[in-house]
């Protein structure tokens, strides 16, 4: 009973995400008629009351209203009731988190627990300072010119070579791409690799940013609990065959906010995984 509960819920929970990200993203524009209850059942093949409580639950937020016998149709923007909105409930929208995040990140304290970041204190600032200088000196255009969309040859040479001398690897600069933070580069793989209904997997807890980047690319989320030694291997496996998720995203090594480390057997175990059912690691 309880697995046909979970089942039910998460049906229901991607019936809902899937047609609030095509609202979010305006490929369903406002006063726009959106698939009857019977055609998006046969779409997305689940049972005509998952998607009936999911426009149900739509249209208490505000994101569709109806017509009589004519259909649920999208909501204008102008109508928004966020009183609905409970943090503790899953099916909450990325960008209410977002801007939940953003007024924390304004609150002035002396230890700002909800960002990654290191002490400025704990960096080599007179050494980065004077390398600067001697790069301007030697480059001095680099001030004036943009680089290229992939990145510095230079450094994407360099970086070849190491992977070349540490991991045995045959890489080329021409396969490198130098991003400028990982939000960019989660950004670029979400575009490339997801559409809607795809699912994703993520550890609990993650990385807001990724779980908003995802989001909006339409992807459902399905998470497993990281714990001081690792995942429950068993628990991935079940989710993964249950879900056939095209991505994993994971935080392996010190783990944000936990600070835990995968172990190498674990990492092995994960590969055999993403190798036998077909699917992506992105760590």
């Known amino acids: 009973m309880r697995k046909a509960i979970r089942n039910e819920d998460y049906l229901f929970k991607k019936v809902y995400d899937y047609v609030l990200h095509r609202i ?7 006063h726009e008629k959106i698939p009857s ?39 204008s923007n102008g109508k928004k009731n966020l009183e609905y909105l409970n943090l503790d409930n899953p099916i909450v929208s990325a960008y209410v988190q977002k801007n939940h995040l953003s007024e924390i990140h304004q609150t002035p304290v002396s230890y700002q627990f909800s960002q990654a970041l290191i002490d400025p204190n704990l960096l080599p600032n007179h050494y980065f300072s004077e390398y600067v200088k001697n790069v301007f000196d030697l480059y ?28 045995k690897t045959h890489i080329h600069a021409d396969n490198l791409l130098i991003t400028s933070g990982s939000q ?15 699912v994703v997997l993520f550890e609990r807890p993650s990385y807001s940013a990724a779980i908003d980047i995802f989001r909006a690319q339409g992807a459902q989320i399905v998470t497993v609990d990281i714990h001081p030694d690792g995942y429950d291997l068993e628990q991935v496996e079940y989710y993964i065959k249950q879900y056939k998720p095209l991505l994993f995203y994971l935080n392996s090594t010190f783990h944000n906010p936990t600070g835990y480390t995968v172990s190498i057997e674990q990492r092995k175990k994960l590969v055999e995984l993403a190798e036998q059912y077909r699917f992506l690691i992105i760590e």
């Open 140 to 167: 001095p255009k680099v001030l004036a010119t943009y680089s290229t969309v992939q990145g510095d040859l230079e450094l994407r040479e360099t970086l070849a070579q190491y992977f070349i001398n540490q991991y």
């Open 24 to 30: 979010e993203r305006k490929e369903w524009k406002e």
């Open 184 to 198: 960019q580069a989660i950004h670029l793989i979400a575009q490339t690799f997801i559409k809607p209904g795809d």
């Open 37 to 75: 209850v019977r055609q998006l059942a046969c779409e997305m093949n689940v049972h005509r009351l998952t998607i009936l409580k999911a426009y149900q639950l739509l249209k208490q937020h505000d994101k569709v209203y109806v017509k009589d016998k004519a259909g649920y149709f999208v909501q």
